[in-house]
């Protein structure tokens, strides 16, 4: 019980770090604290085969120990790091930010290190039931990986440190219960006064989240006025709404604009990503700004529309359905505690344009779950700056997966047009050009793998000098539409970059670049070689699709060269500090691996004891292959299940939680059944261990076929449902997962028990 409970909140310090990261930077410094939590642990297996006799002799009294290590490290590390001046905008240019960023990985490596020791101790401890600790080891990490998710509703975000931190204890505490000495009640009853003070101090003042001053959210509290009016907290983020007189958001609105923007409330997930609350009583005239916003075009060529609006968020542009007099309005939206703010706090506000008795409807669901199980036919489908500017300018989204701008989710939105119906796609703008480039050529794939469209006609691309827009008709654009769309710009100043029929005289006129470098790549894609195109482009521009869902992934290792050769020439944007960051990861893993876990056994191997007689050679290379395989290969088919399974699932954090909660107790079932399948007469004189990795080799290869299938199927179904197909699915695989780690430390145990720990 005390190495599930530990287990349980070792991963629960994962993904909190993973949410407070979030907050604090960015998302995916997800990649880096899962590097690190496995550096803990390689590095306590070290130290266990070092130490292993003397820690046997005193392994009561150190597991204690190094328990309580871990609970306090936990906030410990945690306000450490925190005084680091790191800063990964500036990777590049400032060499000691990589020096940086290693302290940052070795102090939050600790927590793991600790907790990681208390497990090893317990499988050196009693290496004959290491089936059953196992079992519990995974058990409770799965059940804390769901428990995790489910108390993030409930406790704020730096809270839950408090939480991980009292399990830890908890965990410690119980292994005292069963023992009735009078001595170990004395170490037990200043250890849990302890234990409560701690924890309680940190509930009652909890930790503070040092949020960059590059997130929108640090920019916005610079005005002298700005105040925090409400927070929400879930794992889909943590809300802020921020109110200032400064505050006025409209992207994509014209620079001639000469309409006056009502009063706004700023709305931030994470610190970042902002979405306006608009002020409006009613009166229609008051939005005639959303008029001069290049989002607007699409309500220039099709009038009164039932209008589908992705993203919903505050609302900016359901206003602007609701200005251009649409029919009717879906607002699609996965954050049930935005709608909640809208709906509720402020719906006098926003004039209760989410109020259930309004001409809204608001659904809350992931926009490729929406659409697959909806079967209306929209006019117009409106996909509005879905990112920050400044997570799309800096690159943060770099190595994140995005189901909304693939092939395959242009033509399932294609699908659900009426006939000359339109989807209109607004993006931020990026320089170099790469995004918007990769969009246009994603949606003429789409086009082209759909019978009977042609994309040369059915495409219109439109830019200023921050946004642009696409748009993909349902139906060719004719020579009214085009006048429609040049008057459109002309009045406000954007760009036409492609139209059927434009000539590159009219390109790059308002918003001037130092070449039209829109309108030739459009003509690249359409008319030229289009693959050489994409081969020559000094960006990754190929077509996105759900077998590689990385549209943000643009840079090539070549741009990559170029950019730190020219980067005293190059300002921020150009930067996508999200690979240089990973790059720096990576090494650092390396080197600290290298460090921490292989050069200290090769020089002290002489402390092991020798390998047994029934054998000629040291253990070493095979422990080190076979081991070292074996994590790597489970980590791969984790990892690549919480991408596939994020688009049945929709919702990140869930698919994370899922997935984790699947494997795990899946895991830990089949190495509780590993002895019996060993044991089995089926066997006979098989090797269990190569008949476990040919059956998940197995269930692999047939998932790698099937897996689409299945999910187009149960796209259509609620999350409960997707969730529980998601665990069964996951089921079988992880149950075989389970079994070659148990019985690679039986074998262990029998041939040299001296490299357990290690293993």
């Keep these: 019980f005390s190495v599930a409970l530990l287990a349980g909140s070792i991963i629960a310090y994962e993904i909190v770090l993973v949410r407070l990261f979030s907050i604090a930077q960015w998302h995916h410094f997800a990649h880096m604290i899962i590097s690190l939590a496995m550096l803990g642990f390689g590095f306590s297996g070290t130290i266990i085969s070092l130490t292993q006799a003397w820690l046997k002799r005193h392994f009561h009294t150190m597991y204690i120990v190094c328990g309580s290590t871990y609970s306090v490290s936990v906030i410990g ?16 240019w400032q060499p000691t930010q990589i020096l940086l960023a290693g302290m940052i990985y070795l102090i939050l490596s600790l927590p793991f290190f600790f907790g990681a020791t208390c497990i090893g101790m317990v499988l050196l401890q009693f290496p004959e039931r290491v ?20 108390m993030m509703y409930i406790i704020p975000p730096a809270q839950n440190l408090t939480l991980v931190t009292a399990v830890g204890f908890c965990s410690v505490l119980v292994v005292n219960l069963g023992n009735r000495r009078k001595e170990n009640w004395k170490t037990m009853v200043p250890l849990l006064g302890f234990a409560l003070i701690f924890s309680g101090y940190f509930l009652f003042k909890p930790v503070s989240i040092e949020v960059s001053p590059y997130k929108g959210l640090s920019s ?4 002298p006025d700005a105040e925090v009016l409400s927070m929400r907290y879930s794992p889909r983020g943590l809300l802020q709404v921020v109110k200032s007189a400064s505050i006025r958001a409209v992207p994509g609105l014209s620079l001639g604009s000469q309409h006056p923007i009502p009063p706004q409330l700023g709305l931030f997930t994470d610190a970042d990503a902002m979405t306006a609350i608009t002020e409006f009583d009613g009166d229609l005239s008051k939005l005639a700004y959303l008029d001069d916003t290049i989002s607007a075009l699409a309500y220039h060529l099709v009038e009164k529309p039932n209008a589908l609006v992705v993203g919903a968020g505050g609302g900016t542009d359901v206003l602007n359905a609701l200005y251009h007099q649409s029919n009717t309005i879906d607002a699609v939206e996965m954050n049930p505690q935005v709608v909640g703010l809208v709906q509720q706090e402020y719906n006098d506000f926003s004039g209760q344009i989410y109020a259930p008795n309004s001409m809204v409807q608001v659904h809350l669901a992931e926009a490729r779950t929406f659409i697959k199980s909806s079967t209306k036919k929209y006019d117009l489908i409106q996909i509005s700056l879905l990112d920050s500017i400044g997570a799309s300018g800096t690159g943060t989204h770099a190595l994140s997966e995005n189901y909304l701008y693939t092939v395959e989710a242009i033509s399932d939105l294609f699908h659900h047009l009426a006939p000359n119906g339109v989807i209109s796609i607004t993006r931020w703008l990026k320089t170099p050009p790469r995004d918007m480039i990769r969009l246009f050529a994603t949606a003429v794939q789409a086009l082209e793998e759909i019978e009977d469209q042609v994309p040369v006609d059915q495409l219109i691309l439109v830019r200023d000098w921050q946004t642009a827009t696409l748009l993909i008709g349902n139906g060719q654009f004719d020579i009214e539409d085009r006048a429609t769309i040049r008057h459109f710009c002309r009045q406000r100043s954007f760009d036409t970059v492609y139209y059927p029929g434009m000539p590159e005289s009219e390109a790059n006129f308002y918003n001037q670049l130092a070449e039209p470098d829109y309108f ?12 050489q195109f994409f081969q020559q482009y000094p960006f990754n521009i190929y077509p ?3 077998n590689r869902p990385y549209f943000f992934q643009s840079l090539r290792l070549s741009s990559l060269l170029h950019m730190m050769r020219t980067i005293r020439r190059n300002s921020l944007s150009f930067v996508e500090w999200g690979y240089p960051l990973l790059v720096a990861t990576l090494i650092q893993a390396v080197l600290a691996g290298l460090g921490l876990i292989f050069l200290p056994l090769f020089l002290w191997r002489h402390r092991l004891q020798a390998p047994s007689k029934q054998t000629h050679r040291s253990p070493v290379y095979l422990v080190l292959f076979y081991f070292l395989c074996l994590g790597a290969g489970y980590m ?5 299940f919480i991408q596939k399974f994020l688009l049945l699932l929709g919702q990140p954090t869930y698919t994370v939680a899922t997935v984790l909660c699947g494997f795990l107790v899946f895991s830990g079932l089949g190495s509780l059944f590993s002895t019996k399948f060993k044991n089995s007469g089926l066997l006979q004189q098989r090797n269990p261990i190569l008949l476990a990795i040919g059956i998940v080799s197995l269930i692999t290869c047939l998932y790698l076929q099937f897996l689409p299938f299945i999910f187009s199927r149960l796209m259509v179904n609620s999350d409960i449902i997707k969730i529980i197909f998601s665990i069964c699915l996951i089921g079988p695989l992880a149950f075989f997962m389970g079994m070659p780690f148990p019985l690679g430390i039986d074998l262990l145990r029998r041939c040299h028990p001296s490299f357990i720990a290690w293993a």
């Design 131 to 150: 089936d059953r600790l196992y079992f519990f080891d995974l058990f409770g990490s799965g059940i804390s990986a769901l428990g995790t998710i489910f």
């Design 77 to 92: 590390c945690f306000i450490l790091n925190q005084y680091i001046p790191f800063n990964p905008l500036m990777l590049i």
């Design 544 to 546: 996105a699709t759900d």
């Design 520 to 531: 030739r790549a459009a003509q690249s894609i359409l008319f030229g070689d289009r693959q």
């Design 220 to 223: 916005a509290l610079n005005f």
């Design 636 to 640: 791969f088919i984790e990892m690549a």
